[in-house]
């Protein structure tokens, strides 16, 4: 009788995704070869009848069953680096590589490619990526900023940071503003489950229903919000929402709002409604600067985890599945913390402002 090899131990998420992918019809051959000897390993089965079993060698066996015991599930998923001298590359030509990157572009196109870079210097497209990565280049990215220009952002700076690191006690704090033109969107077939090896599937196109507007005050401290969903997001709305706060927060406690300048948010009614309950105190955040307002952090939140795959019938549906989030996030709220500090924050702008100059802003 033939010895039983000693098991190797996996774990259970990596089971699950090892049988998954012998399953799925598009896992590469060599792949499921290795998981299932490690599969058969880590049932007991001797070293030699898994070789009988996959037609292959003793030595193979004992590979795979090293590689996963050593450095497990990654390393039978892709291949070992192979022996040999890595080319090399002068210095000088990886200067001028690092240097056509940063200063020039290519005549037909906005950005290079490793592919157009290595024709136009005269190398391979892997010599031009390893040499991206060593310095961290990425053209191919493109993220957006915009500089406030208001001449007060100094000030508006330090009040509205000085309120999130330092808040007054015996008072809330509310990051306030409106998710406008949140879209009932209806996709025109059903979406596809998702399965191994394949993401969850929409169509493209989609049926629109309508839309509605998300009020939304954020509770520095507990992260609690206090939301509304209204169809329009007028001056009127506005109001309304304020009420719906002062009802809310405890009448001994003094309200600090950060909000931004919308026309809504400053309109004549709202200023003497305001100016008729001096508990509450108003912090402006910079033109151009909604970054500043710790509510954009939590629209970004509900968009990711329930609005944008979200398939909705009717406006009615988007609103009650906007608020059904919210109460469940209200049981457990979770704060977002503000830790960078004023003087942070303006250095980068000053830094960035001789660069805006350079190019010609």
């Not at 990886?94 to 290595?118: C, F, N, Y």
């Not at 915009?146 to 000030?155: A, C, E, G, I, T």
């Not at 520095?220 to 969903?229: Q, R, T, Y």
């Not at 329930?306 to 457990?332: P, Q």
Request: charged share 25%; glycine share 4%; hydrophobic share 35%.
């Amino acid at each position: 009788m033939a010895q039983t090899a000693e098991q190797i131990t996996i774990s259970k998420g990596d089971r699950e995704l090892m049988e998954a992918l012998v399953r799925a019809g598009n896992t590469p051959q060599k792949v499921a070869f290795r998981i299932n000897i490690v599969l058969g390993a880590a049932a007991g089965i001797p070293n030699a009848q898994l070789a009988r079993d996959f037609a292959t060698t003793k030595s193979s066996v004992l590979k795979w069953r090293g590689r996963f015991a050593r450095s497990g599930l990654s390393a039978i998923l892709e291949d070992a680096p192979r022996s040999g001298r890595k080319k090399s590359i002068s210095a000088e030509k990886e200067a001028a590589i690092v240097e056509a990157t940063l200063q020039t572009r290519p005549k037909d196109a906005t950005h290079w490619s490793t592919r157009s870079m290595g024709y136009s210097q005269g190398v391979s497209d892997t010599t031009v990526y390893r040499i991206w990565k060593a310095h961290r280049l990425q053209p191919h990215r493109v993220e957006t900023f915009k500089l406030s220009r208001d001449p007060q952002f100094v000030n508006k700076l330090r009040d509205v940071v000085g309120l999130y690191l330092n808040p007054p006690e015996k008072a809330l704090v509310l990051c306030v503003d409106e998710k406008s033109q949140m879209q009932a969107l209806d996709r025109t077939q059903p979406t596809l489950p998702l399965r191994p090896g394949v993401p969850e599937r929409q169509t493209h196109d989609y049926k629109r229903h309508g839309t509605t507007t998300l009020f939304a005050a954020l509770n520095l401290i507990d992260g609690n919000v206090i939301a509304e969903c209204l169809p329009r997001h007028r001056h009127q709305e506005f109001l309304r929402f304020l009420r719906r706060i002062n009802r809310t927060v405890p009448k001994e406690l003094d309200v600090h709002i950060v909000l931004d300048n919308y026309g809504t948010h400053t309109h004549e009614a709202v200023r003497r409604w305001l100016e008729a309950r001096p508990r509450y105190h108003l912090h402006f955040t910079p033109t151009s600067a909604s970054w500043l307002n710790l509510v954009e952090r939590f629209f970004a939140e509900i968009t990711e985890k329930r609005i944008r795959r979200g398939t909705f019938h009717s406006v009615a549906e988007l609103e009650r599945a906007v608020l059904d989030y919210i109460r469940t996030r209200n049981n457990s709220p979770r704060p977002f913390s503000w830790v960078t500090k004023a003087s942070t924050i303006l250095a980068k702008v000053r830094r960035a402002s001789p660069v805006i100059s350079e190019a010609g802003h």
